[in-house]
């Protein structure tokens, strides 16, 4: 017999069961079975079905007699919680990221495997691919591979046809795929977790208008054009300096790919040709290249007519970003909770799959989940 089965048999003993199958309250060790329904907000009977394996609850019932099981001492709490294990489906969750160079990826990797694994209405398993090559053919083609191993999928990728293509191969596979950080704009796309991009580009243009002693030209790095959350917070950083500061001169954006190498090398170009740049915003990847350029450029004396602080703002808390502030050459990051932002995206991903199975047919809503922003300074890291 099941080493399980047997635990059950035992603890189903003490319960004393009369002729009309209702259980009696007979004390289990320090706690009864009543006392367990009572603390859950359950019946009896419910209690009963779990323990002994009579018929399915619901993950969050069966999580919360688990809980009062435990609390109280209940001495078949162990037999309560593989039950709950055991009722909860196997999910095969997977995470398409960027770079794995980067510091934010690889936390949100990080995250996200935590939040997986902690799930509390499955037995996960996190897949976490990286990409180096941000090509829409090549994101589009690992969508494909990654999409074939999982349940469900998220991804981070530019709004392009050929990722929407992948997105439509997947969704006729019953693989649901949701858009990370940037948002896809394919009627297809199961949902969204990431910041309001809009107030990510006003706040950036609010600290470069605030902090900057004098009106001046101010850059901007993206990493390509065709992130929604990239284009959408470039312009709404030109909307707040038109508004508020129009003494300011955005220049046109610069393009990185998100490498580090192409960052550095745009702003020495940048501090040559504009030596009373004012500020810069890193809207994209990038900013470990923006920061080794600074000291360089001083050292080479291509600074040496500024007047007054170079004022920069970027994304994401990271190891690099963190130094930046701590060194002065950041004066603002506006990062994302990571935590929050891994939970969220599993739950919508538990609840889609969850929902595509419903006897009662799919009634999952497309996800969308905006994300509060963290902001740090050099004050307050």
């Given at each position: 017999?099941?080493?399980?089965?047997?635990?059950?048999?035992?603890?189903?003993?003490?319960?004393?069961?009369?002729?009309?199958?209702?259980?009696?309250?007979?004390?289990?060790?320090?706690?009864?079975?009543?006392?367990?329904?009572?603390?859950?907000?359950?019946?009896?009977?419910?209690?009963?079905?779990?323990?002994?394996?009579?018929?399915?609850?619901?993950?969050?019932?069966?999580?919360?007699?688990?809980?009062?099981?435990?609390?109280?001492?209940?001495?078949?709490?162990?037999?309560?919680?593989?039950?709950?294990?055991?009722?909860?489906?196997?999910?095969?969750?997977?995470?398409?990221?960027?770079?794995?160079?980067?510091?934010?990826?690889?936390?949100?990797?990080?995250?996200?495997?935590?939040?997986?694994?902690?799930?509390?209405?499955?037995?996960?398993?996190?897949?976490?691919?990286?990409?180096?090559?941000?090509?829409?053919?090549?994101?589009?083609?690992?969508?494909?591979?990654?999409?074939?191993?999982?349940?469900?999928?998220?991804?981070?990728?530019?709004?392009?046809?050929?990722?929407?293509?992948?997105?439509?191969?997947?969704?006729?596979?019953?693989?649901?795929?949701?858009?990370?950080?940037?948002?896809?704009?394919?009627?297809?796309?199961?949902?969204?977790?990431?910041?309001?991009?809009?107030?990510?580009?006003?706040?950036?243009?609010?600290?470069?208008?605030?902090?900057?002693?004098?009106?001046?030209?101010?850059?901007?790095?993206?990493?390509?054009?065709r992130f929604q959350c990239q284009e959408l917070s470039e312009m709404s950083f030109r909307s707040y300096m038109r508004e508020h500061a129009p003494g300011f001169e955005v220049l046109e954006p610069v393009m990185?790919?998100?490498s580090p190498t192409m960052a550095e090398e745009a702003m020495r170009s940048l501090l040559l040709r504009h030596p009373d740049l004012r500020g810069f915003y890193v809207d994209g990847g990038g900013i470990e290249?923006?920061?080794?350029?600074?000291?360089?450029?001083?050292?080479?004396?291509?600074?040496?007519?500024?007047?007054?602080?170079?004022?920069?703002?970027?994304?994401?808390?990271?190891?690099?970003?963190?130094?930046?502030?701590?060194?002065?050459?950041?004066?603002?990051?506006?990062?994302?909770?990571?935590?929050?932002?891994?939970?969220?995206?599993?739950?919508?991903?538990?609840?889609?799959?969850?929902?595509?199975?419903?006897?009662?047919?799919?009634?999952?809503?497309?996800?969308?989940?905006?994300?509060?922003?963290?902001?740090?300074?050099?004050?307050?890291?």
């Open positions: 017999m099941d080493p399980l089965d047997t635990a059950s048999v035992d603890a189903a003993a003490e319960l004393a069961e009369p002729a009309d199958g209702a259980p009696t309250r007979r004390r289990l060790g320090r706690a009864t079975l009543e006392d367990i329904a009572q603390a859950a907000g359950v019946s009896l009977s419910t209690v009963d079905r779990l323990l002994n394996a009579r018929a399915p609850v619901r993950g969050d019932t069966a999580e919360r007699v688990r809980a009062a099981a435990e609390r109280l001492g209940f001495r078949a709490s162990g037999v309560i919680a593989q039950r709950v294990n055991q009722q909860r489906p196997r999910r095969r969750l997977g995470f398409l990221l960027q770079r794995p160079a980067s510091g934010f990826y690889r936390a949100l990797g990080r995250a996200l495997t935590d939040a997986v694994e902690q799930a509390p209405d499955i037995r996960g398993q996190a897949h976490i691919a990286y990409l180096d090559d941000l090509s829409a053919e090549a994101v589009a083609e690992r969508m494909l591979a990654l999409g074939a191993e999982v349940d469900a999928l998220a991804v981070v990728a530019a709004d392009h046809p050929r990722v929407h293509a992948a997105m439509a191969s997947l969704q006729a596979r019953g693989v649901p795929v949701f858009a990370l950080v940037s948002e896809l704009s394919s009627p297809l796309c199961a949902g969204f977790v990431g910041p309001d991009s809009r107030k990510v580009g006003r706040s950036a243009a609010w600290f470069i208008a605030g902090l900057a002693r004098t009106p001046g030209p101010v850059a901007i790095f993206v990493g390509t054009h990185t790919l998100d290249g923006v920061l080794r350029a600074l000291p360089a450029a001083r050292a080479e004396g291509l600074l040496a007519e500024q007047t007054e602080p170079l004022i920069g703002v970027a994304h994401d808390l990271t190891p690099d970003t963190l130094a930046g502030l701590q060194t002065g050459a950041l004066h603002a990051v506006l990062s994302m909770p990571r935590p929050q932002l891994a939970q969220g995206l599993v739950r919508g991903m538990v609840d889609a799959l969850a929902s595509a199975e419903s006897a009662t047919g799919p009634s999952h809503r497309p996800l969308r989940l905006i994300l509060p922003l963290e902001t740090w300074t050099p004050e307050s890291v």
